[in-house]
């Protein structure tokens, strides 16, 4: 996935790609994982702009995911997110967003790849 708001220039926006409902109510553990490269916009912003959230009420309310490993922002190198565990949520069916944000002043473009759930 590639998510941007340049076109032109840098526009005020926000994205959201959700994942399918995934179920975790039968089993022990779980964590996620990724690939993902960010570019072009404010190296202060990468983690502000460029978050992970899990839903447990398809979408009523989300919580931020803590722990990911985040690239520099400035660079077109894809950087693993880690194994982030998401035991928490063990029990549950969840639905994972990435939320893109950008603004005049700020327009990363931001690309993951090689998402996994296990």
């Known amino acids: 996935a ?19 409902e995934i179920d975790l109510t039968n089993i022990s553990s779980a964590a996620i994982t ?10 202060a912003n990468v983690q ?4 992970v959230l ?3 009420n398809n979408g009523v309310d989300w919580t931020p995911v803590t722990g990911i490993t ?14 982030v565990v ?4 063990v029990g549950n069916k969840i639905k994972i967003a990435f939320r893109y944000k950008s603004s005049t002043s700020s327009a ?3 690309e993951i790849k090689n ?3 296990y």
Request: charged share 15%.
């Open 34 to 43: 990724f690939d993902h490269a960010i570019n072009k916009g404010l190296v």
């Open 70 to 83: 985040y690239p520099p922002g400035n660079v077109w190198t894809f950087f693993n997110a880690g194994e």
């Open 108 to 110: 990363a473009t931001w």
């Open 115 to 117: 998402f996994k759930v």
């Open 54 to 56: 899990i839903t447990t």
């Open 2 to 20: 590639t998510m941007s708001g340049y076109s032109g220039s840098s526009l005020d926006n926000e994205d959201w790609l959700i994942s399918p």
């Open 86 to 89: 998401i035991d928490n949520y």
């Open 48 to 51: 502000t702009d460029h978050t």
